[in-house]
Every structure is written in structure tokens, then in C-alpha cells.
């Protein structure tokens, strides 16, 4: 009985806290007839935000707003009647007649309303809990107006700033006037498109700071934004020309904003639940130098150095009395013409202009955009007399200027390199007695570095042949390998590279096999030096690759692809049959591959015919089951980092085989990520997280695959990360056969062929995490898993595409194909 008696005790507690409950839970809503009142609030379902009336610090004026519920520091999000403030607590928050939210005062008369255009009946108005308030009419899920899209000062997570291009619409932030004072400032904050999206920051309609192009990772502008916020941000255009920002990091339990103050300066603050207090993540505004144009037209601003601007190289202050005195408002002007006003003056033109490359810069402002790839961007901005400077971001591609140079700034990190134009004379001769004196200088050095030399060499001679024995030269790799890799131990596995296993061939045999290395036995150009074909005593043919001796550039990349390739053997890799050192001669013996490389195949006019789907199917296969012994199935991990066509060697028969191990690097048991300050690889196959922060690991070279993929069924070369994009939308227009090279296109094959650039636009995605690893890849290919999820559209920015004059055949070749595929790295 006792018993009973509790149980209806406490069936009855829980009863009234559900009632509780209920009756609290319902409180997020505010309609005509539940309006609240000075001193009531409602708060989100969740509890995470609150909607009510509020004065800011120092002022008795009431304002209706929103605030953070859960956080103890008193914090505003959101402000509705920002201009219009209510003198007294008479004031009340309800929904009129013909449906509109109005903030009333106590004579009825309306301070603030979300003027919708037509009325609508029983409209309600709810607090969410991402922070936004809604308005809705009967039907739920549409929202007839929100706060999200009427933003104040504040930018949170879920909200979207946007820009549409074409009606100039904004929605943007707005700052205080001050800290007790909501009312509009002079200052906002958004998007602005000047043919690349970027962040601009104006005082009344004067530009304040700006971000920089955005990349589709970062905003190039910004020095210390790949550590912060490379997850975070997304900058996408949907069809209709609209440009949304929006940002989410992946923990959700920390609390961040981005607030533009009164003083004009964007902030993230984080809430410390530690400190009970807002810290500050990022600033834009740092120092004075982040102020627009700081310095004038062709000044360049940097805050390490006083004063802060100087004119660009070749540039002289405009007024230098004003200039002196820190005036820098009216800039530099170019001190020699260049070669394009030479010759408009009547006087001969000389000697062509020529760049100086200014490192790690904040880009100027108003730039063009073209798809040029970095060496034609150089050209392209030659051969046109109003170009005055260029640059090149691996996620932009060519940015050229015209006009003025403004908004200029040195950075200690980050920023890219820009290319300024100037006359010939600029470049030559600085003038300057430093210069001589450094010349000089060198010139010594290099003299007695050649004496040095000779001296040496003559000593060497004396001691009769040089022979640099292996583990000498194993000792140069590691000491070069740990130099590149910093602290890492990356040296360790190659330690143990057990080289001397590898057969030693005598020069003279190869010299002999090649017929002394003739012209005509030249097959091409490797990696680090030229390929002959030769063929040994015992009929054999073979590959010999041979280190420039010229250069004194590759050994690294010579003594890397020894030591990699030498432990391995797979049907889809290219055999090392030997290697040969003596003296200043260092070479390696290869298999003979009759076919040569995919590239030539491929991209060749004739040549395509003969690879059918059958074969092209079969080079996919070859390629992913090479790719996978490296990733997965030798007793090492490794990544080959420059997998592309001309990398893909063809036997008789026209099975591939993966070559060219000069990059590739050798990863620890369990490191599956690494980094490099030296980016190498090959533009258009290389991953944004690779050629933009070094990172590489299995899924670049899944990026390189799949790349490599899209070539293949495309039968063109891919030459940016825009291809990528450019795929994604034909696919997602099921425009296959737009993708799909003619010779292929046989109905038969046709679902095989969608699998492959289904399996292409997954390896190619943005994030090397959305990516497959090769094991998964050969599955989908072999369809054993059916379903494969939706490849992410590419976070690349659309670049519009201005009609181009010069030729249609042009146009065509704008986008994706390109003919050139450059090498990014010193020397090659
Ligand atoms: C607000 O409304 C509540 C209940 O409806 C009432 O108790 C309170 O006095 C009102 N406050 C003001 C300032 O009118
Ligand atoms: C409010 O006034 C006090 C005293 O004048 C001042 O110290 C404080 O900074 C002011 N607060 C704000 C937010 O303006
Ligand atoms: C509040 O101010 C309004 C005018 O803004 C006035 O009409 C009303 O009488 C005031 N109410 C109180 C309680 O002071
Ligand atoms: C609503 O419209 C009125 C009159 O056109 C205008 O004064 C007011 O600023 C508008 N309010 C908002 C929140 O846009
Ligand atoms: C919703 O309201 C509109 C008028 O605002 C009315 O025409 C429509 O019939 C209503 N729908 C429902 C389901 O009540
Ligand atoms: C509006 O709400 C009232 C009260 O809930 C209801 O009587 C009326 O029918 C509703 N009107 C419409 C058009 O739904
Ligand atoms: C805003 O701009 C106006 C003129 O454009 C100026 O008078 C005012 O002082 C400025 N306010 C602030 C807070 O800078
Ligand atoms: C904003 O512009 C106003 C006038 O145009 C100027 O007085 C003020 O100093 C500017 N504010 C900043 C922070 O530069
Ligand atoms: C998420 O953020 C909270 C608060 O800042 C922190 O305590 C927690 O460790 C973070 N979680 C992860 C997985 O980073
Ligand atoms: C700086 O120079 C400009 C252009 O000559 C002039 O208009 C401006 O008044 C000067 N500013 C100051 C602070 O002297
Ligand atoms: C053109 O040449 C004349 C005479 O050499 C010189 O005075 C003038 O400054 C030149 N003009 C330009 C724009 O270089
Ligand atoms: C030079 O570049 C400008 C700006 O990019 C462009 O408008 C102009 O057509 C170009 N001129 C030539 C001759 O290509």
C-alpha cells in the first residue's frame, strides 16, 4: 500500500513537470493574441537563445533583440528596432493585422516591422535555436521573413551573408554606433564580386579593408587564415549568380561569432565557459597596414618596417615632400617608362619589359581573371601594353592588373607572389653602389669556388677514378631527405634500404648498349635528365636514364626513385633492373617499354583510335592496382606524388605501368599525412591540400587517380582545379557525352563509362577526407559496392566567363583543356 502510494506520488510529480514543461517549451512563439510585454521573453526550444526586451550599458533606451541564453556574459546578437529606440517599458512585440512582426509603443504607434510586401492572416513569429526568428504563415517550413536575412552586427554559425550579382542586393552587417547605441553605423560588412569573390569592409561607401580573392579554400588576403579556417568556410555561387558566405566547424560545442564593431573591425570571439568571458580568435584589422590602400597607388605597406609604406621597386613617391612627412595618399609614380609609352613617344622601343617578383603579397585590388596557366599568364600580361603586374594562385588561376596597383601589402607569412612589371632598364641595373658591391662579392666567391673545384678535381684524378660508393650516396639522400622533412624522422625507413641488393651494370656495357648514349637512341626526357634506349649483350632491351651531369640538379630525385623503387615489384610498376655509378656518371636501368607513355596515346591525334574502352578500362584497372601495392600492399606506404600520364608507361601489349619514382616518398607504419615546404608535382593533377599547403598523403595521390581518370575517358588534358568543377556540373547535368571522348561513346559501354567518371568526380573532390582510398576505388570500379555515394560540387568559385573575342576555337579550349602542364619545381 505504502508502495502505491509513492508510485502515484511520483507519477504525479512527473505529470506536473511535463505540465511544466509543456507550458514552458511553448514559449518560443509570438502571435496576435500571445504578444509579449517589456518584461516577458521567449526563449528558443533548445534553450539556447532569447528573445525580449533589453538596454545596452550606459543608456535607458529599450530595444527589442536577441541574445545567447546560455552564456552568463550578456550578449547581443540581434536588434530590431535599431534606429528607433523605446523611451520607456511600455513598449510591446506583437504581430499586426495584416501579418507583419511590429514593435510597438505604448501609444500603439509602430517603431519597427518586418514590412512584408502582402499581408497574410494568423501569422506567427518563433525563435529557433540556431538564433534565428522566423515568421510563417499557415503553411510551416516557408518563411514569409527571418532575422537571419535582416542581419545586425552579427555573423553566427548557420547564417548566410549573400551578394547577388546581378541586382546588387546585399544581405550585410551592419555595425553599432557604438557599444550602448544598435542604431546603424557607418559601417558594413559583405560580399563584393570584382570578377572574384571577396570580403570588403566599407566606411559609409568607402572601401575600409578588404580579404582578398577567395580561392575556394581561403581568402588570399588573409595571412593567418589556412591554420584558422580552412574547414570552416564555404563561399559558394548557386545558379542564379548569387554569391552565399557561410562558415561551421566541425566542434559544435564551441560557441563563435563574428561581430564588425563600432570601430569598423571584423572580430571572432570564442566563449571561454572556463573564463566566463568572450576571447578574441582573429582580427581583421590588425595593424595599420590592413587600412585599404594605406599607402596610395604603387605603394606597398608593410608594418614590420617604419615607416610603414615605401613605393613598389621601380617606383618613386609622386610628392615626395608629402610623402616624407607620412602623407601616402597620393602613392608612387613609375620612374622609367615602360617599353609600350617608349614607343607611343616616337623614340624606339628597346629592349622588352620584364617582371620582378614581389613575395608573400597581399594582392592589389581590381583584378581580371583569365584561365591562362602561370607561364601563359606571364606572356598574356607581356604582350598587353595596360598590363602592369600579375599573379597566380594554384585555386584562381591567372590574375592580371591594369591601372593602378592599390591595397599593397608585404606579409611576414602567407600571401602569394606578385609579378611586377617593369622597363627592362628597372631590371637590369639597379643603379646602386649595394648592387656593385654584392656582385663583386659574388663574383669572388664564385672564382675561388671554382678554383676550389679544379683543385679537386685535379686531386681526384690523382687518386685515379672516382668512385662514390652506395652507402655514401645513401648518406647525401638521408641528410638531404630530413633536411626537406624538418624535424621528422622520415630518414629512418630509407636507413634501412637495402641497396646494395641491387645489380651494379658497368658503364661501358650501357655506354656500348646505347651506342654511347647516341641522339638517335634518345626516348625522351625523365624526370632528371634524358632516357636512352639500349639494348644489353644478351639481347635484352632496355631504358636507361641518365642523370644530367649539366644541371647538378636531381640527384636527390635520382637517389629517391633508387630507393624506392629497388624494393618494389608489381605487373603495374616499371621494373629497376639495375643502376650504374661511376665518377660523375649516375644511371638507371629500366625495363624497355616498347609503347612509350599514355600521354602520347591520349592527347596524340592519331593514337586515340587505337585505345578503345576495352583497353582504356583496362588501363584504369592496371593504374588503381599499381596505385594500391604502393599505398597498401608493399611493405611500404607510399605515396608517389606525381602521378600523371606522361608517368604511365605502356608494354607491348598496352598494359600500363606506374614510372618516375623521383617524388615519391616513403611514410612510417602508421603516418598516414605529412607535410612538405616543397611543393613538387605536376599543376592539374595535384590536390588543393597538397599545392596549396604541402600536405599530401594517399588521398592526393587518389586526387592525381582520379584526374588521371577523367583524362582517360575524355581523351583531354585536365589543367585546373576548374575542370574538376566544370566535370562536376556536366555530370550533374547528365551531360555525359560532353565528357566523354568521341571514340568511346558506344552505347554498350555506356553505364561502364558513367561508373568511371561517377568513381573520377569522388576522387576528385575537395576534401582529401570525402575522398576514397584506392582499395575503395577498385571495388567501385569492379562494381562491387553499387551504390557510390554523390561526388560534393567542387567549393571552386564560378568564374564568369567573359565572351572571347580573340576565337571560338579559344573558347572552347578556356576552360578545361590546355596543352601545357607545367612541373612546379625548382629547375625543372
Ligand atoms: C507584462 O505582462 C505580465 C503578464 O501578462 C504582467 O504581469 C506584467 O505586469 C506586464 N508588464 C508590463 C511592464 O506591462
Ligand atoms: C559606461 O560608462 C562608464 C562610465 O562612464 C564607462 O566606464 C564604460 O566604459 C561605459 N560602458 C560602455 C559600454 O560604454
Ligand atoms: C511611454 O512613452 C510613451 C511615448 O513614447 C508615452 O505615451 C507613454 O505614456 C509612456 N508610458 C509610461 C508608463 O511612461
Ligand atoms: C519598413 O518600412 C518603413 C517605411 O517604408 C521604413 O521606414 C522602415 O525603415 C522599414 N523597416 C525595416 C525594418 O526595413
Ligand atoms: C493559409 O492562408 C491563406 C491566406 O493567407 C489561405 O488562402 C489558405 O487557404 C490558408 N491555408 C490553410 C491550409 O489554412
Ligand atoms: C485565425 O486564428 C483564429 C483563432 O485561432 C481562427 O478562429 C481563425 O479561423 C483563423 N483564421 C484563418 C484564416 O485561419
Ligand atoms: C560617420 O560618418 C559621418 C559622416 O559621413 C561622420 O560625421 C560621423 O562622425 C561618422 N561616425 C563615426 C562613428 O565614425
Ligand atoms: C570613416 O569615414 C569618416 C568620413 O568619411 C572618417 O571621418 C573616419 O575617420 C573614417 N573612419 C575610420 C575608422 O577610418
Ligand atoms: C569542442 O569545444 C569544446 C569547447 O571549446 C572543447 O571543450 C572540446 O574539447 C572540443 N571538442 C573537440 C572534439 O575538439
Ligand atoms: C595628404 O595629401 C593629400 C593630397 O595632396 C591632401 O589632399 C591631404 O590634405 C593631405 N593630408 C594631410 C593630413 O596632410
Ligand atoms: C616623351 O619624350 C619626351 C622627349 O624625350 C619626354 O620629354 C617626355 O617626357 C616623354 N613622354 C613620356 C610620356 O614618356
Ligand atoms: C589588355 O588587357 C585588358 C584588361 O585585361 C583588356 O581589356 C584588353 O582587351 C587587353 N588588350 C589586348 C590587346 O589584349
Known amino acids: ?176 554606433k557604438s557599444p550602448s547605441d544598435p542604431s546603424i553605423g557607418n559601417f558594413s560588412a559583405g560580399i563584393e564580386v570584382r570578377n572574384i569573390p571577396e570580403i570588403f569592409i566599407w566606411n559609409d561607401s568607402n572601401t575600409y579593408w578588404r580579404s582578398g580573392p577567395w580561392n575556394g579554400q581561403i581568402f588570399i588576403g588573409i595571412p593567418d587564415m589556412i591554420s584558422v579556417y580552412l574547414d570552416g568556410f564555404n563561399l559558394v555561387p548557386d545558379n542564379d549568380g548569387t554569391f552565399y558566405l557561410s562558415f561551421s566547424f566541425s566542434n559544435d560545442s564551441f560557441t563563435t561569432k563574428f561581430v564588425l564593431n563600432a570601430q569598423g573591425n571584423i572580430q571572432q570571439t570564442y566563449f571561454d565557459t572556463g573564463d566566463d568571458h568572450w576571447g578574441i580568435e582573429w582580427s581583421a584589422l590588425n595593424t595599420d597596414c590592413d587600412v585599404y590602400g594605406r599607402c596610395g597607388a604603387f605603394g606597398s605597406c608593410n608594418s614590420q618596417n617604419s615607416p610603414i609604406c615605401s613605393c613598389i621597386p621601380g617606383f618613386e613617391p609622386k610628392n615626395r615632400k608629402e610623402w616624407n612627412r607620412g602623407n601616402w595618399t597620393s602613392g608612387c609614380v613609375r620612374r622609367r617608362p615602360l617599353q609600350c609609352e617608349r614607343v607611343n613617344n616616337g623614340s624606339d622601343g628597346g629592349k622588352k619589359d620584364g617582371f620582378l617578383k614581389l613575395t608573400k603579397m597581399k594582392v592589389p585590388d581590381f583584378t581580371d581573371r583569365s584561365s591562362a596557366q602561370e607561364e601563359k599568364c606571364r606572356n598574356q600580361c607581356l604582350e598587353n601594353c595596360s598590363c602592369v603586374a600579375y599573379a597566380f594562385d594554384a585555386g584562381i588561376g591567372c590574375m592580371p592588373w591594369t591601372g593602378s596597383l592599390i591595397d599593397l601589402q608585404k606579409f611576414s607569412s602567407g600571401g602569394i607572389d606578385l609579378y611586377v612589371r617593369l622597363a627592362y632598364s628597372e631590371l637590369d641595373k639597379e ?86 648514349f647516341h641522339q638517335s637512341n634518345k626516348l625522351g626526357q625523365g624526370g632528371f635528365g634524358p632516357v636512352y634506349k639500349g639494348k644489353l649483350s644478351d639481347g635484352q632491351e632496355i631504358a636507361v636514364k641518365r642523370l644530367s651531369k649539366a644541371s647538378g640538379q636531381g640527384l636527390e630525385e635520382f637517389l629517391n626513385e633508387m630507393v624506392v623503387i629497388s624494393k618494389l615489384q608489381h605487373r603495374n610498376l616499371v621494373r629497376l633492373l639495375g643502376c650504374c655509378i661511376e665518377g660523375e656518371e649516375k644511371m638507371l636501368v629500366y625495363e624497355y617499354m616498347p609503347n612509350k607513355s599514355l600521354d602520347l596515346f591520349l592527347f596524340d591525334s592519331v593514337k586515340p583510335k587505337l585505345l578503345d574502352w576495352k583497353r582504356r578500362f583496362n588501363i584504369i584497372e592496371g593504374i588503381s592496382r599499381g596505385l594500391l601495392y604502393l599505398h597498401r600492399d608493399s611493405r611500404l606506404k607510399i605515396i608517389h606524388r606525381d602521378l600523371k600520364a606522361s608517368n604511365i608507361l605502356l608494354d607491348e601489349e598496352l598494359n600500363p605501368k606506374i614510372s618516375d619514382f623521383g617524388m615519391a616518398r616513403i611514410f612510417g607504419g602508421n603516418e598516414d599525412q605529412a607535410n612538405t615546404t616543397r611543393v613538387v608535382g ?90 576514397p582510398s584506392v582499395s575503395i576505388v577498385i571495388s567501385m570500379l569492379k562494381s562491387e559496392i553499387i551504390d557510390l555515394p554523390l561526388p560534393k560540387q567542387p567549393a571552386f568559385t564560378e568564374r564568369q566567363i567573359a565572351p572571347d573575342a580573340s576565337s571560338s576555337q579559344n573558347n572552347l579550349s578556356k576552360c578545361s583543356i590546355n596543352n601545357v602542364t607545367v612541373t612546379m619545381v625548382q629547375g625543372r
Open 1 to 176: 500500500m505504502e508502495l502505491v502510494r509513492n508510485t502515484n506520488l511520483s507519477a504525479l510529480l512527473v505529470l506536473l513537470s511535463c505540465f511544466c514543461l509543456q507550458f514552458g517549451s511553448a514559449t518560443d512563439t509570438i502571435t496576435a493574441a500571445k504578444f509579449i510585454n517589456d518584461s516577458e521573453t521567449i526563449i528558443s526550444n533548445g534553450g539556447d537563445f532569447k528573445l525580449g526586451f533589453f538596454s545596452p550599458p550606459n543608456s535607458t533606451d529599450r530595444y527589442v533583440g536577441i541574445w545567447y541564453a546560455e552564456i552568463s556574459v550578456f550578449t547581443v546578437v540581434w536588434v530590431a528596432n535599431r534606429n528607433n529606440p523605446l523611451k520607456n517599458s511600455s513598449g510591446i512585440l506583437t504581430i499586426s493585422e495584416v501579418g507583419n512582426l511590429v514593435v510597438l509603443d505604448g501609444q500603439k504607434k509602430v517603431l519597427w516591422s518586418s514590412n512584408l510586401t502582402n499581408s497574410v492572416v494568423n501569422s506567427s513569429a518563433q525563435l529557433l535555436d540556431s538564433g534565428n526568428l522566423v515568421l510563417q504563415g499557415n503553411t510551416t517550413g516557408t518563411f514569409l521573413w527571418e532575422s537571419f536575412q535582416h542581419p545586425s552586427d552579427t555573423f553566427m554559425k548557420n547564417m548566410k551573408i549573400s551578394t547577388d550579382v546581378r541586382t546588387g542586393k546585399k544581405v550585410q552587417l551592419t555595425s553599432w
Open 431 to 516: 643603379g646602386n653602389v649595394k648592387v656593385i658591391v654584392t656582385v663583386t662579392v659574388i663574383i669572388g666567391v664564385i672564382f675561388s669556388g671554382i678554383c676550389i673545384y679544379l683543385l679537386w678535381r685535379w686531386m681526384s684524378k690523382q687518386k685515379g677514378k672516382m668512385h662514390l660508393p652506395l652507402s655514401q650516396l645513401t648518406k647525401i639522400y638521408e641528410h638531404r631527405e630530413e633536411e626537406e622533412m624538418g624535424d621528422d624522422n622520415h630518414g629512418d625507413n630509407v636507413n634501412q634500404a637495402k641497396l646494395e641488393e641491387l645489380p651494379i651494370l658497368n658503364l661501358q656495357e650501357l655506354a656500348s648498349s646505347t651506342n654511347s
Open 682 to 771: 605536376t599543376y592539374g593533377y595535384m590536390s588543393l591540400e597538397y599545392a596549396m599547403k604541402g600536405q599530401f598523403s594517399e588521398k592526393s595521390d587518389v586526387f592525381s587517380f582520379g584526374v588521371l581518370l577523367l583524362e582517360i575517358i575524355s581523351g583531354r588534358r585536365n589543367s585546373s582545379f576548374y575542370a574538376c568543377f566544370q566535370a562536376w556540373k556536366m555530370w550533374n547535368a547528365d551531360n555525359i557525352v560532353a565528357l566523354t571522348d568521341p571514340i568511346i561513346r558506344e552505347p554498350c559501354f555506356e553505364m561502364e563509362i558513367l561508373r568511371c567518371i561517377h568513381v573520377g568526380l569522388l576522387c576528385v573532390q575537395d576534401f582529401a577526407n570525402d575522398r
